[in-house]
């Protein structure tokens, strides 16, 4: 089993800037790809970014391209989202997740979420 435990989350104005971290226990990090996704409220969950065990590839949705930017540091055991031009429409509860097919929305673990809100 891996836990995975968010952070970093809170109430910023558009065009800030938030990084949010994701630490793991359990089961070394290195040894999963870790994902990003969020759910807006009324809203599925959606992917956000993905980044492969060494960190060497990511992957992100077309809406958070260049502005986001997810890395990992294995030695801490921890995966990060720094977000960055924030628009109202980020607003959402993020979750890390980790392993299986993380990229396509199916990991093996889930963490409990991280509260973003982008308002004015």
């Known amino acids: 089993q891996v836990q995975l435990v968010e952070s970093g989350g809170g109430l910023v104005q558009p065009g800030d800037s938030l990084r949010l971290s994701c630490v793991a226990s359990?089961?070394?990090?290195?040894?999963?790809?870790v994902g990003w996704f969020r759910q807006a409220p009324g809203k599925e969950r959606d992917f956000v970014a993905v980044?492969?065990?060494?960190?060497?590839?990511?992957y992100y949705a077309d809406d958070v391209k260049g502005r986001f930017t997810i890395f990992r540091d294995n030695a801490k055991d921890a995966v990060y989202l720094q977000m960055n031009s924030l628009k109202p429409e980020d607003t959402a509860v993020y979750y890390c997740?980790?392993?299986?097919?993380?990229?396509?929305?199916?990991?093996?673990?889930w963490g409990q979420g991280t509260q973003v809100i982008v308002s004015s």
């Open positions: 997740a980790a392993g299986g097919r993380v990229a396509t929305g199916n990991p093996n673990f």
């Open positions: 980044i492969s065990m060494s960190g060497s590839n990511t």
């Open positions: 359990g089961r070394p990090f290195s040894n999963y790809a």
